[in-house]
Every structure is written in structure tokens, then in C-alpha cells.
């Protein structure tokens, strides 16, 4: 019984050690990610630097390279807690060796002495010949034949589990070396951080004499998204009324209260693309091949301005200069849209799901066209202050939805 327990012990803690080499090689593609987020970051903000004309967008930046450290240094912390728990594990386990082998060596060492004792052939002749019968001669035959076979097995135990001793020690060492270069990775990055921050607070404190400017700007700003947003509004009604009228005339004896402006009656063709769509919820592509998001959902605090708060429809994604918008899935572009000479916008329909790509200078599909997931739809704008953004909504019927619950890894 105690047998079968260490056995199910070591099965667990095999199953447990594998189960964290698996999440080790998650997290060490995860950091590689986030370290290369980090670099187009720098590199985004370098040429944000060159072309800037308002400080605040330069604070954005850095914002974010803030937050990619922060979580870079949050990964690091996660490996190195799973290299903890795997460098127990095997110590554990060099523990029991090292008691297992004690055991064997004296239980050798007393057989090797007895050994001796009645190393003769004449002992050993003399110990039969004693036999009082023939069986009990047998069984001493067999005895001796055992004791030597047995005496080969353990000289054998303990030279494999000495090996084995020995493979777990190097592979201390290893996770060792391996614990003391994230703990030192992460002593770095915490230093790096500290003075991205205080680089930050010190370039904040520099433009807080602008405050006045720069609130009526944001005012202005969100004025234009607010007018924007009811334009998307009312062409997303008129998408739904479009769909409902081709429903209705596809089922004519459905009541007419099921069709209304705000919800689409899916048909049996929409309702597939609207299932597949909310089953890709949290693993949907990026709109863009690179980039971050320089304003997120909803309402939220000024990022030099805390007291200022500024609403968002959907989430404003920094990219580079020359980048395309591309559909996040398969669906119908159900709109072009023109919001100003130099600002365009793509509306396409997943189901009763619309995502909307806004601050395109040029569009590549027009309004009917069937899509593909991460098809190019357009070429993001850029505008005189050197900033390359993208605007992205996902809406189910009227109601707005947080892209960072739709897309992977946001």
C-alpha cells in the first residue's frame, strides 16, 4: 500500500512538473511578445517625437511603454514562481534518493561483510552438505542462488539511482542558473521602469501649463466623436431595418412586432455567421498587423488630466505610419462612410454584430462586398501631428460593446 501511495505521489508530481514546463514555454512566448510590443513601442515613439507637436500624445506613448513593462515584469514574476515550485519539486526528490540510497548502501554493505564471512567454496559446500534431506539441500541451492541475484540487484539499484541523483542535481543547477537570471531580468526592468516613470511624471509636470488649451481641445475632439458616433448610429439602424425588411419578406408570417429598429431577426444564414462570431469572443485578430491602444473603452480619466474624463465608443489603436485597417472576420461590408474629406470609415456586418474601422484616408472595398478575417480594408490616415490611429467599434445590434473582450491578448 505504502508502495502504491509513492507511486501515485511521483505520478501526480510528474503530471504537476509537466503541466509547468507546458505553462513555462506559454509565459517565455509571452514575454518574447511583449518584449517585441516594447520595441515598436520605443520605435513608435521616437518617430512620435520627431513629427509631435503636443506633448500629450508623447505621454500616451509612454504610457503604454509603461504598461508593457509592467507586465513584462508581471510575466517574469509568474516564470519565476513556476521555477520555484519545479525547483521544490525536485528537491523533494533528491531528498528521497539520498535516503533511499543510505538504505541501500548500508543493507549492502552488511550483505557484502556476510559475503565475506562465507566466501569459501568449502562454507559454502559444507552449508548443503549439512542439509539433513534432499529438499532442505534444494531450498539451500536456491537460497544461495537468490541472495547472490538479489545482492547483483541492489549493486544495480544503487548505481541507477546514484545516475538518477546525479541528473536531478544538474537539474537544480540549471533551474538554479535559470531562477537567478529572471530574478536579475526582472531587478532590470523594475530599475527601467522607474525611470520611464520618472521621465513621465517629469514631462507631465512640464505641459500642466497648458491645461486650458488642451481641455478645450479634448472638448472639440469629443464634440467630433460624439457627431460621429450618431452617424454610425443611424447607418447601423438602417442596417438592421434593411436586414429585418429582407427577413420579413423571407418569412411573411412572422408578426410584425418581432422586426424592430434596434434588433435584427436573424435569418437562418445570419444566425451561423453571428454564432461563429461570438464564439471567436476573446481570440478575434488585432485590426491592425501592429499596434496599441492609445485610449481605451468607455469613460476614463485624462491621461495627463485625471479630473478630465473623456468617453470613447470604442478603443483608438496607435499604429504605423502607412498601415492598413484589416477586418477582424468573415462578414458584409454594409456601409462606406464618408465622416470628412480626409476621414473615412468601413462598417461590416458579423450576424447582428457590426465592427466599424474609422480614420481610413483611402478604402480598398466597397459597400456589398463579402470580407475575409484579416483582410485589408483600407489605409489608416496620418494626420499633422504625425500620429497614425485607428478607431475600432464592435456593437451587437445598437448596443456598443469593449473591443478588448472580443480581441486576443488586448
Request: hydrophobic share 35%; aromatic share 6%.
Amino acid at each position: 500500500m505504502r508502495k502504491f501511495l509513492l507511486s501515485l505521489f511521483f505520478l501526480c508530481t510528474a503530471t504537476l512538473m509537466w503541466g509547468q514546463d507546458s505553462q513555462q514555454e506559454k509565459l517565455e512566448k509571452r514575454k518574447a511578445e511583449i518584449q517585441q510590443e516594447i520595441l515598436d513601442n520605443e520605435k513608435l515613439l521616437q518617430s512620435v517625437k520627431k513629427k509631435e507637436k503636443s506633448a500629450v500624445n508623447v505621454i500616451i506613448l509612454q504610457n503604454n511603454k509603461i504598461k508593457l513593462k509592467e507586465k513584462l515584469i508581471r510575466t517574469t514574476e509568474k516564470q519565476t514562481k513556476i521555477l520555484g515550485n519545479d525547483m521544490y519539486i525536485n528537491q523533494m526528490k533528491i531528498n528521497k534518493l539520498n535516503r533511499e540510497l543510505a538504505v541501500l548502501k548500508e543493507d549492502y554493505a552488511k550483505m557484502i561483510v556476510k559475503s565475506y564471512k562465507s566466501r569459501s567454496e568449502q562454507s559454502r559446500a559444507m552449508f548443503l552438505l549439512s542439509s539433513e534431506n534432499f529438499l532442505q539441500a534444494y531450498k539451500r541451492a536456491q537460497y544461495m542462488k537468490q541472495y547472490t541475484s538479489y545482492r547483483k540487484m541492489q549493486g544495480e539499484e544503487i548505481k541507477s539511482k546514484t545516475e538518477e541523483l546525479v541528473g536531478y542535481n544538474e537539474k537544480l543547477d540549471i533551474q538554479k542558473a535559470a531562477k537567478k537570471k529572471l530574478l536579475a531580468e526582472n531587478t532590470k526592468e523594475k530599475q527601467s521602469l522607474e525611470k520611464e516613470k520618472a521621465a513621465q511624471l517629469k514631462l507631465v509636470n512640464s505641459i500642466k501649463k497648458d491645461k486650458k488649451k488642451i481641455t478645450a481641445d479634448i472638448k472639440k475632439k469629443q464634440q467630433e466623436s460624439r457627431a460621429i458616433d450618431r452617424q454610425i448610429d443611424r447607418l447601423i439602424r438602417e442596417a438592421i431595418a434593411a436586414a429585418n425588411r429582407k427577413a420579413a419578406s423571407e418569412n411573411p408570417n412572422a408578426p410584425v412586432a418581432a422586426y424592430t429598429s434596434s434588433k435584427i431577426v436573424l435569418t437562418a444564414e445570419a444566425k451561423i455567421l453571428a454564432d461563429n462570431f461570438r464564439a471567436n469572443r476573446g481570440k478575434l485578430p488585432w485590426p491592425v498587423e501592429k499596434g496599441f491602444v492609445s485610449l481605451g473603452f468607455g469613460s476614463q480619466p485624462h491621461p495627463v488630466y485625471p479630473s478630465l474624463v473623456v468617453h470613447n465608443s470604442g478603443v483608438e489603436i496607435t499604429t504605423e505610419q502607412g498601415s492598413n485597417a484589416r477586418a477582424v472576420f468573415g462578414g458584409e461590408v454594409t456601409s462606406v462612410i464618408v465622416l470628412s474629406p480626409v476621414n473615412k470609415a468601413v462598417m461590416i456586418q458579423h450576424g447582428d454584430c457590426f465592427t466599424v474601422y474609422q480614420n481610413l484616408s483611402s478604402v480598398f472595398v466597397t459597400k456589398g462586398e463579402k470580407v475575409n478575417i484579416k483582410q485589408s480594408l483600407g489605409k489608416i490616415r496620418t494626420n499633422g501631428e504625425g500620429k497614425t490611429i485607428l478607431k475600432f467599434t464592435i456593437s451587437q445590434n445598437t448596443t456598443y460593446n469593449n473591443p478588448a473582450t472580443w480581441l486576443y491578448n488586448m
